[in-house]
């Protein structure tokens, strides 16, 4: 079974990963445990299912997930991405950091499977698993700007 502190960094190794080499951006680790994101917050998620039931999800505000696209795409003006294509790149940074999360499990979770992403918004959004999922949580500041929070609920399936 994963350990809290091994999942924790797991988390943070692979949002690193994606946001350095993939998005252009720098993550660095916040020692706030909830932090508040102000205005329309978007939330994309990525479940998996095999040995390890589960979900990833990546909570940001709207300017931040702006700034995320803008880097994605190449844009220089923000203000040109619709928020379709917002969503888009949130979903496929979600999915890109479960795909380095997944590589690096891998030993002990060979048969991981992954669906495709989902990004909602609003306001104050926070995912709630059920009691039987263990959860490691990362907060972080984007940029040293924009907090973000990735979070891992898993557990050993039922099904293996």
Excluded: W
């Amino acid at each position: 079974m994963l350990e809290q502190l091994t999942i924790d960094q797991t988390v943070l190794d692979a949002a690193r990963e994606v946001f350095e080499t993939m998005i252009f951006m720098d993550i660095a680790a916040s020692l706030e445990t909830n932090p508040t994101i102000e205005g329309t917050t978007l939330l994309g998620s990525i479940t998996f299912r095999g040995a390890l039931d589960g979900c990833l999800t990546i909570c940001l505000s709207e300017a931040a997930a702006r700034s995320v696209a803008a880097n994605m795409l190449g844009v220089d003006n923000e203000g040109e991405i619709d928020e379709v294509a917002i969503a888009d790149a949130i979903g496929e940074v979600a999915n890109m950091t479960m795909g380095s999360i997944k590589h690096r499990i891998q030993s002990i979770y060979p048969d991981i499977q992954v669906s495709i992403p989902t990004v909602i918004a609003g306001k104050q959004l926070y995912p709630k698993p059920g009691p039987d999922f263990s959860r490691g949580m990362v907060s972080a500041m984007l940029n040293e700007i924009h907090p973000i929070t990735f979070t891992l609920f898993f557990r050993q399936s039922k099904h293996s």
